[in-house]
């Protein structure tokens, strides 16, 4: 079966895909934890922000439309989070951009920032996965000291989570070929219970299965790769790109727009 | 000089105390094609297992020479590969030359020796180019013979097959045939293909509710008639 994969533009080239894997980490991590940390009330400034992974995206070669299409994929959560807010904070505030001015309620401009830090930082996401091989993401990670457990724990759910969707998809059917009428709330449960616990044990079988054949190939918790990981100057300029612009936002925008 | 693979009385009970394997002796020469063929459940993927020592039970196998117990496990597995019957569960890494290089890698080789034999065995299963590509961008019978070049990359004396052949189209079992008739080593394949197993095999042992039933030449047995159908199994077509 075919699926459409987050990482499908990760095999591409360009200047970006180029950059190694570690740099590209760290700087998506900071630049998160920056538009993260920004006040409330700066929803002007955010437009700023954007700015850096759209460039990104756009240097990369990724079609906006595959972005905005995931973006919209993850975005039921955060939307139910942002909206509630306007129920419960009805204060009202006056807002400005250049010589146009609005009044609304906190809830609003808390959901605005909430909604407008979400699609920045799942931009920035999207260009990390988009521009970076899993195999290469992992490396880096492992080259920067995270747990190695975790590192296998990513590749195997990198790696199988495609299959348990297949099996999913494939019991799925067999139910529909199978399920002539309406079965009822209580029954479809049932069935739904009983599909989730096969699935369960085909996972564990497949798991026993896989440790057969890392054991067979001499496994013994050490995580091995070929793959190689150099800090060039292009990946030094990128984090001073990365670095200067994050701090000129944050130091003359915010005082500005603010 | 010793067998490939001797097995002497070797017996196995799963867990739920289901007879799977009973008194089962075994020698296969160096070099030698062995098919293992019986009906489902007759006990073939637990004799594979038992060679590459994932299985207990009483008896005892010798790999090369060497007894498989704990002690010697980790040379065992340097010296016997096991093809698993679904090339998803032996592709376990993000690439494919990840997946190829990970055997080498355990065995403490260094990265050019690991990337010679990476691009050996890629080149051998007919994938040479494709080693950056993720192992579910693959298709079926790419799959397959990846997962015999993540094998032939430790460069083992004996490999063993579980359903070599299972859901490959006829082009890509016959590309598998080719393969595994130019490949040195010793091979042991379990399978449930009449046709594949004719065709690939030098000598067969026809297993049938954890017993040996027959083994040695593969026309004597495969084309009895009597003997095949008694085992729910077909003689080949020829």
Known sequence: MHHAHIDKFAYQDSVIHRLDSRVKFIVTVLFTAVVISLPRTSVSILFCYAVGPFAVLVLAGIPLRFVFKQILIVSPFILVLAFSSVFYDRSEVRIAFGPYFWDITTGWLRCFTILGKFIITMMALIALVSTTRFSNLLCGLQKLGFPKILVIQLGFLYRYIFILIDRAHHMIRARSGRKLKNLGLKREVKVASSMIGSLLGRSIDTAQRVNIAMEGRGFNGNWHSLSKLRVRAADLIFIFLAAAFTAGLFIFVKPILG | MSNAVEIKNLSYKYPDGTTALEDINLSIQAGEK?????????????????????????????????????????????????????????????????????????????????????????????????????????????????????????????????????????????????????????????????????????????????????????????????????????????
């Not at chain 2, 073939?44 to 020592?53: E, I, N, Q, R, V």
């Open chain 2, 34 to 238: 062995v098919a293992l063929i019986g009906p489902n459940g007759a006990g073939k993927s637990t004799l594979l297992l038992a060679m590459a020592g994932f299985l207990g039970g009483s008896g005892k196998v010798f790999i090369d020479g060497l007894e498989v117990n704990k002690k010697n496990i980790r040379k065992i597995r340097a010296i016997i590969g096991s093809c698993l019957d679904n090339p998803d569960d032996q592709l376990f890494m993000p690439t494919l030359q990840d997946d190829v290089a990970f055997g080498p890698l355990n065995m403490g080789l260094e990265a050019k020796q690991v990337e010679q034999r990476v691009a050996e065995a890629l080149e051998t299963v007919g994938l040479s180019g494709m080693g950056e590509k993720a192992p579910h961008h693959l298709s079926a019978g790419q799959k397959r013979a990846a997962a015999i070049a993540t094998i032939l990359s430790m460069r083992p004396k004996i490999i063993t097959f579980d359903e070599p052949e299972g859901s490959l189209d006829p082009r890509h079992r016959n590309n598998l045939t080719g393969l595994l008739k130019k490949l040195p080593q010793t091979l042991v394949k379990a399978t449930c293909d009449m046709n594949f197993a004719f065709s690939v095999a030098e000598s067969i042992v026809l297993i049938d509710g954890g017993r040996i039933i027959a083994e040695g030449n593969v026309e004597k047995i495969m084309l009895d008639e009597q003997l095949m159908t008694e085992h729910g199994l077909e003689t080949p077509k020829r």
